[in-house]
């Protein structure tokens, strides 16, 4: 996720159970969390050659 772009309600839990499980030093589980948000689909419209594969 890039800083112009809104996250939608998973990608937010997602970044707020990873930040519980790194208080509570769980880190196994905090990477796990980030992980499953960067997986997440992105929420950014797609270039015309990101489509494809190719460099911006």
């Given at each position: 996720?890039?800083?112009g772009?809104?996250?939608c309600?998973?990608?937010?839990?997602?970044?707020a159970?990873?930040?519980?499980?790194?208080?509570?030093?769980?880190?196994?589980k905090?990477?796990?969390?980030?992980?499953l948000?960067?997986?997440h689909?992105s929420h950014?419209?797609?270039?015309?050659?990101?489509?494809?594969g190719?460099?911006?």
């Open positions: 996720m890039t800083a772009t809104r996250s309600a998973r990608c937010e839990e997602y970044t159970l990873r930040e519980k499980a790194k208080e509570d030093g769980d880190y196994d905090a990477t796990t969390y980030e992980i948000r960067r997986r689909p950014e419209m797609p270039s015309r050659t990101a489509r494809w190719l460099p911006a």
